[in-house]
């Protein structure tokens, strides 16, 4: 007999990753009011930050560029990089664990499409979402709150957070993995990112920690991510200390991303074996 | 096109399957028959490479289903017996879409091929409602349709008709009788068994994860050993309650019988001892001058025979 005849091959791969995009744009329209919460939660973020910031005392923070920054100034990248961070990593991490726990994996696995494919697809929507989000608030609180943003650092501050996101992506990408074998993960994700963005200088200026942490902090991704996106948006540098962030971030994201797609494919191989994958 | 040999599995200390074999051939309905724990929903999870079993192999159009290649999964589809299939916050059309795309399928292909489905399985009217809002025969009208997205070469159901109402039930295996027709291979994992009858072409009964009956239906039915009648009685004395003492009497041990609870004053149940034939008991009634006016097993022979083999039996 024959059959619809439906396409195998990566062409058909990269089709399906807009099906996966559309269903999860429709799944989130659907929740209509987290959506709003999530931004209102944001917007009051920044107005928490700009009354900390009117007790900060301006010459504590590092100047870019030669120029003293508010801390509403400083604190915003780190605010918009480490809400990309927490939300990232937790969606990429539960998006995995959301497919096991309302059964729909199984039914993704009987399609004719890739693991690797599957793990993109449940996570693209976020991946482009996210970012957008990121640029949207940075864009939103500097116009609301008059922050003085070099809007020609906003191209190179973009490519620093591209470079960065496979990073996060591969980290959420291992963590979906524990989580499909020990079924609760979540809670170390969410400390682990929280150590990460704490000692990244998101919130405050590294050289308030004693030195041997901030020698530590200084090699953190988020550290680097955060320094790499504030120099030319802050200090107007354009270009110049982009290349060395990039070239530092992405042979980790590399690294981040190898590891978590083969920790998953490791877990997913594991409890298909065990008959375990549709349950939680 | 479908082929298991052997296949053992074991989760923790449970047997779920030992030495399960299992052929399926083209246009052909097998009915994987057995009551819960039975092992059936293990079977056809091994059959879709999704669980992987200890000993034996599976082979599904002669590929290996633990290695279960793109190809194959694109020809073949699964009901899975749960509802936790679907995603509940999008409409039986996007989830049809959905899948097609998966399967490769355009988005036009996928949604004209949707719409095909959902008149197929009754559920136009629903096709832009949230499948959350769904009833659980509606949801598994939606996972029949999706397992038919295209045409699979291989069907497999796992409690298809369990949520689903007799007329549903039966537009779902005429569905499946179609497609079985046009040349699948279709496992139809059940624990009804008065469905089987007129549409599974062989059976494979499962018992504490061992095959208990493998073979056609009619020999099936050969197996059944009834023991249980319902008579209807005459005398012109006595009626109902009153006249058991008489008919206990007349039979002996034998076998035991009593009035229908809730019957009319004519009908008794007989309940048959191991080593009894039913014709010695007639002779004795009808001797002690009660008249046999009619005679019919209790349960039909399908069902005597699925409790002689899965160990229901009485």
């Known amino acids: 007999m024959t059959s619809l005849a439906p396409a195998v091959g990566p062409g058909s791969e990269l089709r399906k990753l807009a099906a996966f995009v559309r269903r999860d744009f429709l799944i989130a329209w659907s929740y209509r009011l987290p959506f709003i919460g999530e931004w209102l939660g944001l917007v009051l973020q920044a107005f928490m930050f700009y009354f900390v910031g009117l007790m900060v005392d301006p010459a504590k923070l590092p100047a870019f560029g030669g120029d003293q920054v508010s801390y509403l100034e400083f604190v915003a990248v780190g605010i918009a990089l480490a809400a990309f961070v927490a939300l990232a990593l937790g969606r990429v991490a539960s998006g995995m664990q959301e497919e096991q726990l309302t059964g729909t994996l199984e039914s993704l696995l009987m399609t004719p499409t890739s693991p690797t494919t599957i793990q993109i697809g449940s996570v693209l929507y976020d991946l482009i979402y996210i970012p957008l989000r990121t640029a949207v608030f940075l864009v939103v609180i500097a116009v609301a709150f008059g922050l003085d943003f070099d809007a020609s650092g906003l191209l190179p501050a973009s490519v620093v957070l591209l470079a960065f996101i496979p990073f996060v992506w591969g980290l959420g990408v291992a963590s979906a993995g524990t989580t499909l074998t020990f079924r609760r993960g979540s809670g170390f994700v969410g400390l682990g990112s929280s150590i990460l963005v704490l000692f990244s200088g998101a919130f405050f200026p590294l050289d308030l920690l004693p030195g041997w942490i901030e020698a530590l902090a200084s090699v953190n991704p988020i550290t680097i991510a955060v320094d790499g996106m504030r120099e030319p948006l802050l200090a107007g540098s354009g270009w110049d200390g982009v290349g060395r962030a990039v070239a530092v971030l992405v042979p980790l994201s590399a690294v981040s991303l190898t590891a978590g797609i083969v920790t998953f494919r490791w877990a997913l191989r594991r409890e298909r074996g065990r008959g375990t994958l549709g349950l939680y | ?314």
């Open chain 2, 1 to 314: 096109m479908v082929e298991a040999r052997g296949v053992s599995r074991r989760f923790g200390a449970r047997v779920a399957l030992a030495d399960v074999s299992l052929v399926v051939d083209e246009g052909e309905i097998v009915a994987l028959l057995g009551p819960n724990g039975a092992g059936k929903t293990t079977l056809v999870r091994v059959l879709t490479g999704l669980v992987k079993p200890d000993d034996g192999s599976a082979r599904v159009l002669g590929i290996d289903t633990w290695d279960c290649p793109r190809e194959l999964r694109a020809r073949m589809g699964l009901v899975p017996s749960g509802d936790r299939s679907l995603y509940l916050r999008i409409s039986g059309l996007e989830n049809l879409v959905f899948f097609g795309r998966l399967h490769g399928l355009s988005r036009r292909e996928a949604t004209a091929r949707a719409w095909e489905l959902l008149e197929l399985v009754g559920l136009m009217e629903a096709a832009r409602v949230r499948s959350g809002f769904y009833s659980h025969g509606m949801q598994k009208r939606l996972s029949i349709a999706r397992a038919f997205l295209t045409e699979p070469s291989v069907l497999l159901i796992d409690e298809a008709t369990h949520d689903l109402d007799p007329e549903a039930a039966a537009a779902m295996r005429e569905l499946v009788r179609g497609l079985a027709d046009r040349g699948a291979a279709v496992v139809w994992a059940t624990q009804r068994i008065e469905e089987i009858r007129g549409f599974a072409d062989r059976v494979t009964l499962l018992r504490t994860g061992e095959v208990a009956f493998s073979g056609s239906v009619s020999d099936l039915i050969a197996v059944a050993v009834p023991r249980r009648y319902v008579l209807r009685l005459r005398n012109g004395r006595a009626a109902g309650r009153e006249l058991e003492p008489a008919l206990r009497d007349a039979i002996g041990r034998r076998a035991t019988i009593a009035a229908v609870e809730d019957g009319d004053a004519e009908h008794y149940l007989l309940h048959l001892a191991a080593d009894a034939v039913l014709g010695d008991v007639l002779a004795s009634l009808t001797a002690a001058d009660v008249d046999v006016v009619a005679c019919r097993e209790e349960r039909s022979e399908i069902e005597s025979a699925y409790l002689n083999l899965a160990g229901g039996g009485e």
